[in-house]
């Protein structure tokens, strides 16, 4: 039936209004070939009563339709009797196509007895009552065997029995030539259904009428001539045979047949050059009948390949290939297994700029990829992924002409898009240039190979997954990242340079900016290992404006240096390449840049102070202190603003035998009063009046704070006093002596009873408070 459908000489089947009759009409060629009478089925509705009626009669009818078709067995056998005027060889073909159609039966048979029987076995159960009886019928077994039906198939399975039997080779298209000889022999007593009498009446009617009764061929002029060939193998047997007809317009039809009578191949040569379609035409056919392969020859000397595909090897339905008349191939068009569509022009004509063009379109008839070779022999390729088999919805990419992927371009399914450019053509000055855009056509990303081997790349984070908008770096040819950009969400920036081309004296340079372009930090990692960081304090969360530090390369702070809000600044030095005899000094410099006050913490843990006053809030413009490892104050100087100057020495070494030494200089640099604080817990105080009356004055003080020496210096006599005091102020003895400055000899002693009134000279009052008025006892 499918040989039916597709056959070029068979048209639409017929409801025959004769009851019972059942035949095909063959194909009959004319003189005109727009008026062929193709062959068809003429067939009554009556003999499609019964399931197995509609079986018998389509099996039998379309036995007859594969043998008379043109070129087929009985359709040559038939034009050789006529070409030979041999009426037994045409009364003979006529028998035989009954004995082909009623084979087709047979086998038709077989196929639902073994269905049949199949079935019941898988469904683990006998034959039905009505299944044993077509079975019976269709097998020839029982009351069958003499049955139309049933006679046929014993008649080929006796013809099968023998030739099995026989012990030489025989082929399955012998075995069944014979089994249709002996079924057209069985068959010549049975009745037409077109005419009502027998089969061997019917074919020698019809011999009689064609051959030898006067029917007169058509001349040549309107059926033109047939010629038959037949070759033969070296054992005798029939290799093929073929059968040319040529027309009166010097059209030719040429078939070839195989040793059975089926056709191999066609050959239509249009020898009037009256059909534009072709110049002459080939066509193959499989073993089932259906058209394998055209070739199609036109006036222009191009020429079309179909390829059917029949016997499934290549894994498409078909293939239609044009060539121009130079033999070069120009499109090709594949239908593949699963109904797609694959199309390749090479465009030879050079009507559109490339040489190559091919698409591919799936069973939806949706195009699933495109590749287009340019004339200059770059190709252009686009795949839409319509099998979704990459998370891509179109795949776009173009090779220059020296094979090198010059630039690619991915839509992804979201609806992004990923784009590379190669720049093989060198127009750019890099030689990998990629980007990402989103679904909503925001640059997302951008990465860069410069062509001395270097990459930037540029990261926009629109999925907002790090909390930067846009992050840049850039790599060196080593594969070394030089440097870092990262524009914050807020506008923010931090920038991180790896310097990698030294060309600073830093290998990692970092900032960062705030969302007002204002440097906010600064981490510089220098080539020494060394890191100096600066922090700008833009958001003002520390009271400074900016503060530097540097680190050696163990990571240890080596020096600090702060800008406060107010101008002023810090410095803080921890000498940690050791180079000063102190392990961290730190200085604040006021607004106008005066070094205020400086603190250095020595080595051994001792520290000086300095101060120096520069907003003059103290009454002197300079005051400095050392402190033990133990933090103890040991001496300090006060600079005051009128040139004096106050020392203050405590002995905490305890090298002398006074704990605290105070002592004041005048704006000369003169010594003019000190005070001894004895670690008895006497103390001694003296007074130069160096520009006063000329009297110096010297004054002891015992442990209790009793006034027990008194000396004074009037203009070169000593005059020194003591005696014993009594802290409650009772009787006493005072004594003066007087010694001649000059001569060193001492006067006689006075000596009273009289209590006496001794004022303190002490310049500090307030600082010894411990002490009180003196009367000595």
């Given amino acids: 039936m499918r040989a039916y459908a597709i056959s070029d000489y068979a048209g639409p089947g017929q409801i025959s209004a004769t009851a019972g009759l059942g035949q095909y009409n063959a194909y009959v060629a004319a003189s005109d070939l727009s008026v062929v009478k193709p062959g068809y089925l003429?067939?009554?509705?009556?003999?499609?009563?019964?399931?197995?009626?509609?079986?018998?009669?389509?099996?039998?009818?379309?036995?007859?339709?594969?043998?008379?078709?043109?070129?087929?067995?009985?359709?040559?056998?038939?034009?050789?009797?006529?070409?030979?005027?041999?009426?037994?060889?045409?009364?003979?073909?006529?028998?035989?196509?009954?004995?082909?159609?009623?084979?087709?039966?047979?086998?038709?048979?077989?196929?639902?007895?073994?269905?049949?029987?199949?079935?019941?076995?898988?469904?683990?159960?006998?034959?039905?009552?009505?299944?044993?009886?077509?079975?019976?019928?269709?097998?020839?077994?029982?009351?069958?065997?003499?049955?139309?039906?049933?006679?046929?198939h014993n008649i080929v399975q006796r013809i099968e029995q023998e030739a099995a039997a026989d012990g030489k080779f025989h082929s399955l298209q012998e075995i069944a030539n014979a089994a249709a000889m002996a079924l057209g022999d069985d068959y010549k007593g049975y009745q037409t259904s077109s005419t009502g009498e027998t089969y061997f009446d019917f074919c020698r009617r019809g011999a009689q009428a064609v051959i030898s009764g006067?029917?007169?061929?058509?001349?040549?002029?309107?059926?033109?001539?047939?010629?038959?060939?037949?070759?033969?193998?070296?054992?005798?047997?029939?290799?093929?045979?073929?059968?040319?007809?040529?027309?009166?317009?010097?059209d030719e039809h040429v078939t070839v047949f195989d040793a059975s009578g089926r056709t191999l191949w066609t050959t239509e040569i249009d020898g009037a050059f009256d059909d534009a379609d072709y110049a002459w035409r080939t066509t193959a056919y499989d073993a089932q009948g259906r058209v394998d392969f055209t070739q199609t020859h036109r006036d222009d000397g191009s020429r079309n390949d179909w390829d059917n595909d029949q016997d499934g090897t290549q894994g498409w339905k078909s293939s239609d290939v044009h060539f121009d008349a130079q033999g070069r191939r120009d499109w090709q068009r594949v239908i593949e297994d699963d109904d797609s569509v694959v199309w390749i022009d090479a465009d030879q004509a050079d009507e559109r700029g490339n040489s190559v063009w091919s698409s591919h379109t799936d069973a939806q008839g949706r195009q699933d990829w495109q590749r287009v070779i340019q004339d200059d022999g770059s190709v252009d390729w686009i795949d839409f992924d319509q099998a979704d088999e990459r998370g891509s919805s179109i795949w776009s990419n173009h090779t220059d002409a020296q094979g090198r992927q010059d630039w690619q371009r991915v839509i992804q399914d979201d609806g992004s898009v990923d784009w590379i450019d190669f720049d093989q053509a060198d127009e750019r000055g890099n030689s990998v240039w990629s980007s990402h855009t989103d679904a909503q056509g925001r640059q997302d990303w951008q990465r860069v190979i410069q062509d001395d081997g270097s990459v930037d790349w540029i990261d926009f984070d629109q999925a907002d997954e790090r909390g930067n908008s846009v992050w840049s770096s850039h790599t060196d040819a080593q594969g070394r990242e030089d440097w870092q950009r990262a524009v914050k969400d807020d506008g923010s920036v931090d920038w991180t340079d790896f310097d990698q081309a030294g060309e600073f004296d830093h290998r990692v340079w970092s900032n960062h900016s705030d969302t007002q372009g204002r440097e906010d930090w600064r981490d510089v990692v220098?080539?020494?290992?060394?890191?100096?960081?600066?922090?700008?304090?833009?958001?003002?969360?520390?009271?400074?404006?900016?503060?530097?530090?540097?680190?050696?390369?163990?990571?240890?702070?080596?020096?600090?240096?702060?800008?406060?809000?107010?101008?002023?600044?810090?410095?803080?030095?921890?000498?940690?390449?050791?180079?000063?005899?102190?392990?961290?000094?730190?200085?604040?410099?006021?607004?106008?840049?005066?070094?205020?006050?400086?603190?250095?913490?020595?080595?051994?843990?001792?520290?000086?102070?300095?101060?120096?006053?520069?907003?003059?809030?103290?009454?002197?413009?300079r005051a400095e202190s050392h402190y033990d490892a133990q933090g103890r104050e040991d001496y300090s100087d006060f600079f005051m603003d009128d040139g004096r100057r106050n020392s203050f020495d405590h002995d905490q070494d305890g090298s002398h035998a006074w704990s605290r030494f105070d002592a004041g200089f005048d704006a000369s640099g003169h010594l003019d009063a000190s005070t001894r604080y004895f670690d008895d817990g006497s103390r001694l105080s003296i007074d130069y009046d160096h520009f006063g009356a000329g009297v110096n004055e010297m004054l002891g003080y015992n442990a209790q704070g009793q006034l027990n020496l008194i000396a004074r210096e009037y203009h070169g006599i000593v005059l020194t006093s003591g005696g014993r005091w009594n802290p409650a102020y009772g009787d006493g003895l005072h004594v003066v002596t007087v010694i001649n400055a000059n001569t060193g000899a001492l006067s006689t002693p006075i000596q009273s009873p009289a209590p006496?009134?001794?004022?303190?000279?002490?310049?500090?009052?307030?600082?010894?408070?411990?002490?009180?008025p003196m009367t000595p006892a």
């Fill in 526 to 621: 220098l080539d020494d290992g060394g890191r100096d960081f600066t922090d700008f304090d833009q958001t003002n969360v520390r009271g400074d404006r900016v503060v530097t530090t540097r680190y050696d390369i163990r990571g240890l702070e080596d020096w600090r240096d702060a800008t406060l809000d107010d101008g002023s600044r810090d410095w803080s030095d921890f000498d940690q390449t050791n180079v000063r005899a102190d392990s961290v000094v730190a200085s604040h410099f006021d607004a106008q840049g005066r070094e205020d006050w400086r603190n250095a913490v020595m080595d051994d843990g001792r520290r000086d102070w300095t101060d120096f006053d520069q907003d003059g809030s103290q009454g002197w413009n």
């Fill in 756 to 772: 006496i009134s001794v004022p303190d000279p002490d310049p500090w009052p307030n600082a010894h408070a411990e002490v009180g």
């Fill in 214 to 250: 006067g029917a007169t061929p058509a001349p040549p002029s309107a059926y033109g001539q047939e010629r038959f060939e037949t070759t033969y193998n070296a054992d005798g047997s029939v290799a093929n045979s073929s059968v040319a007809v040529t027309l009166g317009d010097g």
């Fill in 42 to 152: 003429d067939i009554a509705a009556d003999r499609f009563s019964t399931p197995e009626g509609t079986v018998q009669i389509l099996a039998h009818e379309l036995g007859h339709f594969r043998v008379e078709e043109p070129g087929a067995a009985i359709a040559n056998a038939r034009a050789n009797a006529w070409t030979a005027r041999d009426q037994g060889a045409y009364e003979s073909a006529c028998n035989l196509t009954e004995g082909y159609a009623r084979l087709n039966e047979v086998r038709v048979g077989n196929e639902l007895v073994a269905a049949t029987r199949a079935q019941a076995a898988a469904e683990g159960r006998d034959l039905s009552a009505h299944e044993r009886v077509f079975v019976d019928r269709w097998s020839g077994s029982g009351a069958f065997a003499n049955s139309p039906e049933g006679s046929a």
